[in-house]
């Protein structure tokens, strides 16, 4: 997207000047799971994968043990012990992640770091999380604090190491309130949650036609199925519980009424990294007579994906560039769900992205080409 | 649509106050064509056929026999003669239906007439039209004269009675340069053409999609089927190859380059008014990975289009009512097509629209409710 | 089916000579259940509903109490008391049901009856039945004893009532093997279970083809929506286990090996009768390529259904009439599942179907038409 | 489909033993023609393409130049000369194919060969052909007679040069009646035509539901997209032709009446080798009831055909080693068509495949495994 011609003014970091470090509790090396995309899917060809193979090793090198706290039974058979050491306490977790982002911003002499959650989707946390950082800020030191998922113990730790964070899960994050208070304090942007590339994108772009052509939707069911990890993580009801909650309120608040609406998300080995959507809108036109629409949605998650988060991880740093902290709304074009309310119709996220870069050509930043980078966590 | 909020400050003519007339060739009642649509289609509830019975006898009696110039072979075996005659030359035609329309406005007492054209679409014209309406004009005594279609022949009636028009099909109507200056100097507003309510909306509204992703489409194929009267008209390839013109222009604009394209609208008996559209999308994501998007539109036609030229009969009159005249571009979100240049993409055309309708708040006029009409020809 | 050429030798039933009957929990009169089949589904007519509501109203003074014993929650919401009597014991409600069979059959002057079971799915019995049927029978005085279904206290009454079981659905009817004994000693047939009419039948045709080409099946998925009563019922996770288990065995049987299958059933209020099956088939052919196919089944479930109860009952009572008895594996081609080990292809069921109607030719009744009759319960 | 257990007893030619030549008349190598179905199409992994090349290479060596008479304009755009040379007559044509394929037979010592047509759809031949072998023999020397199609030359020049022969397209080849009389007279086996994998094979699967379920069909829609050189040639009509015939005729052949039906196929090149087939079959349940099955087949097109032409020559050796000739039409199951009158529907071809096979566990040929090949052209 940010090859595009709307914002070829933004002097984004060139893609050679980013590089990309992360946590990761499982073993595994890059390569390996990038020829699973070849192998299992026929989603990258070999001849790239072989051209890339020097970047994934060298990417390999620059990344540092996850925490597992507290992880879920399901993520625990991923850990590979000595591997990914058990933390603590949530706040001896935020110490060394915090350390980590900071060694690779100096290792790698860069400008700035962008934290990305790509991991899978956590369970929910049990119990609710108090409002303000400090009082968040002392349930850190207390042991086997369950409440606190994976996902906001590296938001917290971004922010504290003053990296951006981008939330392309459905899990937690920087969404509490403490933590988005963290990040004011700190003057950090972040963004989220939950990145928007397939069926959930096809709702921001249909719902709108049936609105504005006064067409009554009726029902709105989605069926979707995938093989990959993401897949497999999701077959444990309290992983998949978010997960389905992300992708089901966009259609009711664009169109301003609820229709009845169901969506599954179901792990079938077979299809790889191949998600593949089929959806079924029912729908009320003149004389109240029933008509349907059909979709069926065969794309590739992860090239979907990556993309989008290389784009938010450029924009991201972008915005702090310009001095830009808080939640970014303009970059709701490229999530399921945000922090702040935003309209939910893809269009008008087109619009609020591509007029906040035409806002850059009056106040552009004089700094130069900052290097930016990612930080990858899973 | 004009029931929808943005709408509703507009003081849109009642539909109570709407009168129905019109044109047509073929022979039969209105209250059989409707009862066909229960019978074939399943589409109207009997319960609502026999409510509107005596409306419909009543709009029956306020049709009056069409021209047969200078109708196709396949129109021609609709024809019931003595019920349409023969007109001798254009200028006989133009005279009698521009009488019919002034007649139908005084005897019915309406502020205004909106005719529309939702006829078969007809065969191309066989040569180019002059580019003046004096030239055009001096033509229309020429007997047998095949160059000038029935619906221009319908839009110079429309004009010379002050009508205003709308071509809900993709025949050639008010296109001329020609006739369009003579609608400038009647100052009278037109619109059109070739209604949007499928198939080709969808590609209105998931177009841009592929755009905005920066999602390279390889190709675009559509298949419809249909067994409506506009489905059998279309089953003569002269009269169909401008259907699918109108059908396959859209994507490439909004685009901005042309994929390969192919659309194909087919005559299937069995589905009656049920026009049936499967779509594939192939398209290439990152690293040139190919992926594929299908739907299946399974939409009334009928059904679909009534609403549509209700609003544009309010809407048009509306627009006449304050003074505006010649092509009217922010109705570009009902057509698929439009004489001046328009921005395709579904959202846009949406806004235009709004914007319109907003830009009356100021402007309001203060007129009243002058009854507004429908012409119907066929 | 018993329509087509391969029966018309059977001397069936004629269908002027059937007369329906049945049990019932619900309140309401056939005539307006049929008519939600217009209104909310436009699937019947509104002229054949008027022809038939002298037939229906007929058939409502034949219908009977049925029983609740031991209804679930979700099936008590249904429930009108006093219509339907709370019998004590399983043995008091066998008593009652069998006497109102016996009535329906002198009071109506019928040959013999066959009792259809078209309830709606059970739960599951929470506890295996005893396997000799002196030992079930001496356990149905145990008051409010919860293992024996519904559908078992039916079928032990049908076979008491000397009348022909037919069981419709997934739940328990004649399966158990202590209810078989039953039959077998009252020279009774029976068949079943769980009619196939939609997504299940295109499963027992696909998955020869794929087995015969050597396409392997990796994984085979279908998603149901419906949003009539039986769905209704199922969204009560006991009673739809036991239908998604009868959905989901044949795929492998008839290739010999077990893919991954998903098989979802989910209610859609707004699809009324409209049971809309999509199915996603992903397989490998030569040198393990992957491909895909996908359907769509849109059938409106009674109007499939319901032509089977019929052939189902003529064809039952033809056995009768031969002096047929036990499970009728040769009717295979209407159901889901057997109680005997059948083929599962379709193909094969069909041969099954009319191998038996032929070799009727040879051993033809001489009996003459005797009147069969159905009885119905819910 | 020959390595399946039914077939198990056959003692077929080992894989290994088949040597693979052919006559063509476009240049390019046979692993560059391979690797564009990875290239373009994702469809053979570059690890087989390189573990293949030796064998590629040898095949490429055995390789003769094909006659290029009559040849359409679309097919002369393939033809490299001096490669291709232009034979005078057919009578030229014949002797020189003819002798190529004996040279093979000799020079590989093989027991038997067989000439398999899997070349493009041809254009019809522009007049009918003699009915006897002596009238059609004695116009081969008629210089530029362009009657008589390339696969017929090929047929009469495998016949002649006592090869088996199978036509996998819809192009004439040893269909007419003489060149019939010419196999019986050499006792020759021959089957035909048109290799059946995708969407006509699923026509023959699922139209005997419809039937045994007395399921009227009122209109049966298939629409096809393919992008690989065979699409190409068929985007020339007089190409299209015969393969839309080819593709139609089946489904009123197995319902015993003629529904609506429409076949179209188009070329689109990004689909490359995956022919992608959206059917509609709109059908009628009890009571008139109007219902709907849409499928979508993504078959990969040579993947689908390849193992079915070395299955076809396979049995046709076998079938000769045992002394068949004339038709074989136990071959069915592989074709959408048959020179003789054969049953359509996909069960009763397997069942006469099958019998076929079990017929030879008791005449089981006691020759052994004489070596039989395969012969190409295109």
Redesign the interface.
């Known amino acids: ?1 940010t ?2 011609p709307p914002f070829s003014h933004l002097q984004l970091t060139p893609l050679p000047k980013v590089v990309v470090g992360g946590h990761e509790v499982r073993g595994g090396r890059l390569r390996d799971h990038a020829d699973r995309m070849w192998k299992e899917s ?5 001849d ?1 994968l072989e051209a890339a193979s020097a970047a994934l090793d060298a990417a390999d090198s620059r990344i540092r043990p996850g925490t597992c706290l507290p992880a879920s039974p399901r993520i625990l058979k991923f850990v590979e012990e000595p591997w990914a050491p058990f933390d603590a306490t949530a706040r001896q977790a935020v110490a060394r992640l915090r350390q980590d982002i900071e060694s690779f911003r100096m290792e790698n002499d860069l400008g700035h770091v962008v934290v990305v959650n790509i991991a899978s989707t956590e369970h929910l946390p049990r119990e609710p999380l108090p409002q303000q950082w400090h009082e968040l800020d002392s349930l850190l030191d207390t042991a086997a604090w369950p409440a606190l998922p994976s996902s906001s113990i590296y938001a917290i730790a971004a922010f504290e190491a003053n990296a951006s964070y981008i939330n392309f899960t459905p899990s937690l994050g920087a969404t509490p309130a403490a933590i988005q208070q963290l990040a004011l304090s700190r003057r950090l942007p972040h963004a989220g949650y939950d990145g928007k590339s397939g069926e959930t ?2 709702k921001a ?2 719902a ?2 049936f609105a ?3 067409l009554h939707v ?2 709105w ?1 989605g ?1 979707n ?1 995938l093989g990959n990890l993401d897949g497999w993580v999701l077959q444990d009801a309290t992983h998949k519980e978010p997960k389905l909650r992300s992708k089901d309120h966009l259609v009711g608040e664009v169109l301003g009424y609820a ?2 609406s ?1 969506v ?1 998300i ?1 792990f ?4 790889g990294d191949w998600k ?1 959507a ?1 959806n ?1 809108i ?1 729908f009320e ?3 109240s ?12 998650d992860s ?2 994906a ?2 989008l988060v290389i784009d938010l991880a450029r924009l991201a740093e972008r915005a702090h560039r310009d001095g830009e902290y808080g939640p970014m709304p303009w970059l709701s ?1 490229f999530f399921k769900s945000s922090p702040t309310p935003v309209p939910q ?4 996220q ?1 619009d609020a992205l591509t007029a906040w870069s035409e806002s850059k050509k009056v106040s552009r930043s004089t700094a130069g080409a900052t290097p930016s980078t990612l930080d990858r966590h899973s």
């Open positions: 997207v090859e595009l026929r989603a990258i060809s070999p790239l994108m096809l772009v249909l709108p036609m504005a052509r006064h009726s029902s069911v069926h199925i229709p009845q169901l599954s179901e079938i080995e077979s299809m593949t089929w079924h029912h036109g003149f004389m007579t029933r008509m349907a629409f059909q979709f069926t949605w065969q794309g590739c090239i979907l990556a993309p074009f119709d893809f269009a008008s087109w």
